[in-house]
């Protein structure tokens, strides 16, 4: 059961990044058009602040996965409940705190953006705001238990609300722009959604996991425990907050709502993009604890860094090069002229992204060892350069300048700093994984993109010819690496795992 539950988590894992992106090729270009530039950028700007606002969550959702998963793996219930009574205690504090920034925040929104934002934006931007802020304080805490049902090894029902709430949101958001309503109506229907999702989950955690809530002793240790290593999985939210929205507070703060709608167009390309490898990883961790707890050795967790490394690879290298190839065409088409930058803001990030994406797993080897401090202080300390850096170049360059930023400091903590510990202090053997990542993969890569180079003489400027375009390229891609770069068990899992798989889902069901 727990293998179907891993394999269709991975499975659904994808099929609700195809629905999000599909979903989102539709509903992103009617939202521009509806909301204008401006109220467009002005949406993202807002969702940007309160991203910031939602890392106060301290970590506590990755911190419940890694305690219920070490809890369940010694079948320790009691120590389980008083965690959980513990991280509750912590998150009433939480949510105090953000509604304490947030109203402090809201009296200084017309101060912070007085210089970009006109009188009409500073009162749309204070009412989502204020509905955000307060939907952030009822429902941060359920990161807790979306980690509970995580830390059960239950994959397939919450990527199924998932999957429904994407295709619901989409439906109503579709009707309400239909008749005329702006970004605040988008605002109230994502509230409304995750305050459902909040609801569903509680039931499902108590009725149908019988997990409890109960204070049995008030540990100071287990307190300090608990803080300690959520405080550096924070970190890491922090910084991944300045690597991906920085630029959009940036240039809200020193450009127009017209450059962070047109910088956020680029980076949601990069967002979705990584959603190709947290698909994979995301499902791993509880693995990965009991692997550790099972005093797993080195090789091994490399074996797995690779196996899920090169899988990765796969997928991004088919949508990297797909988007050095067809990307301008597509964002032509997809928002409209005015976006022409876009394009390069994604691949600038994008192209990088293909190397730190192969090694998600590691993020996790990191939480499980309890070793990931170095990562989060690293990580700040770039983040902080970054942020100062986008500053720099954005009053030279505009929002590729702020898209340079990011990369460097991708290029320097991701790819740098942190294979250099994996390899010195976790014990992951990082030159045999390049070795292997890259065996018979990168030359298949190079010369599917170079084949695909014929594929641009076909210059038709629609949609029809776009899509036959990236057929092509699909065919290409595919049988490139099937001939020169996978291996049998890759070959095996596209091939027998999907057959079972396609077999077991109606019994699933």
């Known amino acids: 059961m727990k293998t179907n539950q891993l394999k269709f988590g991975v499975y659904l894992s994808y099929v609700s990044i195809f629905v999000t992106n599909i979903t989102n090729l539709i509903l992103t270009p009617f939202i521009v058009r509806n909301l204008g530039q401006s ?59 953000i509604i304490i920034v947030g109203v402090l925040m809201f009296l200084n929104l017309d101060t912070i953006f007085s210089n970009s934002l006109t009188t009409h934006e500073i009162e749309i931007a204070e009412v989502m705001f204020g509905i955000l802020i307060i939907n952030l304080a009822l429902t941060l805490p359920m990161k807790s238990f979306t980690g509970i049902i995580t830390a059960y090894e239950k994959f397939i029902l919450p990527r199924a609300i998932t999957i429904a709430r994407i295709l619901v949101r989409a439906m109503v958001i579709l009707i309400l722009l239909s008749l005329g309503y702006k970004a605040i109506a988008i605002v109230l229907v994502d509230a409304i959604l995750n305050i459902l999702i909040m609801i569903f989950t509680l039931v499902y955690v108590f009725l149908t996991l019988k997990v ?21 999985v924070f970190v890491s939210v922090v910084v991944d907050q300045i690597y991906w929205r920085i630029g959009h507070l940036v240039l809200g703060v020193f450009s127009s709502t017209k450059v962070v709608g047109i910088f956020a167009i680029g980076m949601t390309m990069g967002q979705y993009f990584i959603a190709f490898s947290t698909a994979i990883s995301g499902v791993f961790l509880p693995k990965i604890t009991k692997m550790v707890v099972n005093k797993a050795s080195g090789e091994q967790l490399t074996d797995l860094l690779i196996k899920t490394g090169r899988l990765q690879f796969l997928v991004l290298g088919l949508v990297v090069s797909g988007f050095v190839l067809f990307g301008d065409k597509f964002i032509f088409l997809w928002v409209g002229a005015g976006y022409e930058s876009s394009w390069i803001i994604a691949l600038i990030v994008m192209i990088p992204l293909t190397i730190v994406l192969t090694q998600t797993i590691g ?35 505009g929002a590729i300048g702020v898209a340079f930023g990011t990369t460097l400091s991708l290029i320097l903590g991701n790819i740098i700093a942190m294979n250099v510990y994996y390899h010195y202090k976790v014990g992951l053997n ?36 776009l899509i036959i375009q990236c057929v092509i390229y699909l065919i290409i ?33």
């Open 430 to 465: 990082i030159p045999r994984f390049f070795k292997e990542l890259f065996n018979g993969l990168l030359i298949a890569f190079i010369l599917s993109l170079s084949l695909g180079l014929i594929i641009l003489m076909i210059s038709d400027n629609s949609w029809m010819a």
């Open 212 to 232: 409890k809530i109960r204070l049995h002793t008030f540990s100071k240790s287990l307190f300090k425990e608990i803080l300690s290593y959520s405080s550096l």
């Open 39 to 97: 109220e467009y950028g002005l949406y993202m700007l807002i969702g940007a602040m309160i991203g910031y606002i939602a890392v106060l969550d301290f970590g506590l959702g990755n911190t419940t996965i890694r305690y219920i998963a070490k809890y369940r793996a010694e079948e320790d219930r009691e120590g389980q409940e008083n965690f959980l009574a513990i991280t509750s205690i912590i998150y009433m504090i939480i949510s105090f705190i």
């Open 363 to 397: 993020i996790s080897i990191l939480q499980a060892k309890n070793m990931h401090g170095f990562r989060a202080i690293t990580y700040l300390c770039i983040s902080v350069i970054n942020m100062f850096i986008s500053i720099y170049l954005a009053h030279i360059y």
């Open 477 to 509: 891609y595919v049988s490139v690496m099937w001939r020169l770069g996978m291996n049998n068990y890759e070959k095996e899992l596209l091939v027998n795992e999907f057959i079972q798989a396609k077999r077991k889902l109606p019994q699933q069901g």
